[in-house]
């Protein structure tokens, strides 16, 4: 047995005093993260996480808090997911709260996860899992694993810490170090051949280069730009690869995005005629519509008909992309013919009506002309709105006959709205009665 004395000793003690201080910060920093994390969430979702927590401990599982929410937490953002992660059964802990609170329990059984729904909120819950991949681009498999396992299986080192909840000691477990790139501004992938094996991970890792204000690591750039060079993006399915760019262009970041994943050869891999969509540069960072449908319309602005078809089918495009691109790029070519003079309104709407309004608010950006873009502007704000103040009912209660007649004065009297003739009700009845007497009504 060793007895210090004198100096020594005090050094000892010194270095034990330290060590506890700085445990004890630690453990106060671990429960301001929480007590953020808790102010953040809506009542609803602070009864979940109470309940998993006490549940958790009850059953003596280990669990944690993972993921994005904990990256946004030591960024000092504000993180609603409740995306948590168990070491045992995620099926069994859900079933727990679901019982307890009464709330809807949905498992995934294949992939070892459970949703607990209470009202409109939900608790996601996912079994500590490792993965691997048959080939690129394939989805992966998955099996039980422990905590440190399933960090090592995610896509960012940002994205791969875990906060320890109910019955632990608070920890952060950081295994990959992304407290530290987090602290660098750093996306940087777990390995090399992580862009290959998912290649959705790519759009991504600009995604959260340009939402956070980080950089790609170096090392991760030339691993991202080799799988593009070997086709990664390729292996993707349509319905993946949608998702990825819808997120991307949903963003308040979305310009910058795009045209970072332009510079680094993203769209050209996506689908050659995009190039570097450098063109995207010129779109207001706001616009009329829904803003991936907006943008969407303008990736396509200088493809040809036959080229957006290709692009609706390599993102399996839904009806509100689909038409936003085939009207984007039918507008284009109208853009001579909205710069011309003497234009009136009811041309004007004769010539935009029906047209998607991203692909109008598109077309306004990228106008050759003030007077086209003027024109562009004051339909959508103002003349697609522009109808008759008198509907169908009374449209036959004045003496029209059912059927396409109807539509034929409706269009008379927004025609008769639009160019001034008719200001009010009462001009409107007025013209539909010199109507019916033309028609010998």
């Known amino acids: 047995m060793i007895v210090l004395r004198g100096e020594s000793k005090v050094k000892v003690e010194r270095v034990i005093i330290e060590a506890l201080m700085g445990a004890l910060r630690v453990a106060r920093k671990t429960l301001s993260l929480l007590s953020n994390f808790e102010e953040s969430l809506s009542p609803e979702s602070r009864q979940l996480?109470?309940?998993?927590?006490?549940?958790?401990?009850?059953?003596?599982?280990?669990?944690?808090?993972?993921?994005?929410?904990?990256?946004?937490?030591?960024?000092?953002?504000?993180?609603?997911?409740?995306?948590?992660?168990?070491?045992?059964?995620?099926?069994?802990?859900?079933?727990?709260?679901?019982?307890?609170?009464?709330?809807?329990?949905?498992?995934?059984?294949?992939?070892?996860?459970?949703?607990?729904?209470?009202?409109?909120?939900?608790?996601?819950?996912?079994?500590?899992?490792?993965?691997?991949?048959?080939?690129p681009g394939a989805l992966p498999k998955v099996a039980p694993g422990s905590l440190d396992e399933d960090l090592h299986r995610r896509d960012f080192t940002m994205n791969a810490i875990a906060l320890e909840l109910g019955g632990?000691?608070?920890?952060?477990?950081?295994?990959?170090?992304?407290?530290?790139?987090?602290?660098?501004?750093?996306?940087?992938?777990?390995?090399?051949?992580?862009?290959?094996?998912?290649?959705?991970?790519?759009?991504?890792?600009?995604?959260?280069?340009q939402r956070l204000g980080f950089r790609l690591e170096e090392s991760t750039e030339a691993w991202m730009l080799g799988a593009l060079a070997a086709g990664?993006?390729?292996?993707?399915?349509?319905?993946?690869?949608?998702?990825?760019?819808?997120?991307?262009?949903?963003?308040?970041?979305?310009?910058?995005?795009?045209?970072?994943?332009?510079?680094?050869?993203?769209?050209?891999?996506?689908?050659?005629?995009?190039?570097?969509?450098?063109?995207?540069?010129?779109?207001?960072?706001?616009g009329t519509g829904d803003r991936p449908v907006r943008f969407v319309a303008a990736l396509a602005w200088p493809l040809t008909p036959d080229q957006g078809e290709a692009l609706i089918s390599r993102l399996n495009m839904p009806n509100s992309w689909s038409a936003a691109v085939r009207d984007v790029i039918s507008l284009r070519r109208l853009d001579g013919r909205l710069?011309?003079?003497?234009?009136?309104?009811?041309?004007?709407?004769?010539l935009l009506e029906g047209c998607s309004p991203d692909a109008l608010s598109v077309l306004a950006d990228y106008a050759g002309t003030p007077a086209a873009e003027s024109r562009v502007r004051r339909y959508l704000e103002e003349w697609r709105y522009v109808k008759p103040?008198?509907?169908?009912?009374?449209?036959?209660?004045?003496?029209?006959?059912?059927?396409?007649?109807?539509?034929?004065?409706?269009?008379?009297?927004?025609?008769?709205?639009?160019?001034?003739?008719?200001?009010?009700?009462?001009?409107?009845?007025?013209?539909?009665?010199?109507?019916?007497?033309?028609?010998?009504?």
Request: aromatic content about 4%.
């Open 232 to 286: 990664a993006l390729s292996t993707i399915s349509p319905f993946r690869l949608r998702r990825e760019v819808d997120l991307i262009l949903g963003e308040p970041s979305a310009k910058a995005s795009v045209l970072r994943a332009g510079a680094l050869g993203v769209w050209r891999a996506l689908y050659p005629p995009l190039e570097d969509a450098g063109w995207i540069g010129r779109l207001r960072e706001e």
């Open 49 to 135: 996480l109470h309940c998993a927590t006490d549940s958790a401990r009850q059953l003596t599982f280990p669990l944690y808090l993972v993921g994005g929410p904990v990256r946004d937490l030591l960024l000092g953002r504000r993180s609603v997911d409740l995306d948590l992660v168990v070491e045992g059964k995620a099926e069994r802990l859900a079933a727990a709260v679901a019982d307890r609170l009464h709330a809807k329990l949905t498992a995934h059984r294949r992939f070892g996860t459970a949703t607990v729904t209470l009202g409109t909120h939900r608790l996601d819950l996912a079994t500590a899992r490792k993965e691997s991949y048959p080939h």
């Open 389 to 441: 103040s008198l509907g169908g009912r009374e449209l036959i209660r004045l003496g029209v006959p059912h059927g396409p007649q109807i539509g034929e004065v409706l269009g008379l009297l927004k025609r008769a709205r639009l160019e001034g003739a008719a200001a009010n009700r009462q001009d409107e009845s007025a013209m539909v009665r010199e109507y019916l007497a033309a028609k010998g009504g």
């Open 339 to 350: 710069s011309e003079e003497g234009l009136s309104r009811r041309e004007v709407c004769g």
């Open 168 to 209: 632990g000691d608070g920890r952060i477990v950081d295994p990959c170090g992304g407290r530290d790139d987090l602290d660098k501004g750093l996306v940087r992938a777990l390995h090399r051949i992580s862009f290959r094996d998912d290649p959705t991970r790519i759009l991504r890792a600009v995604r959260y280069e």
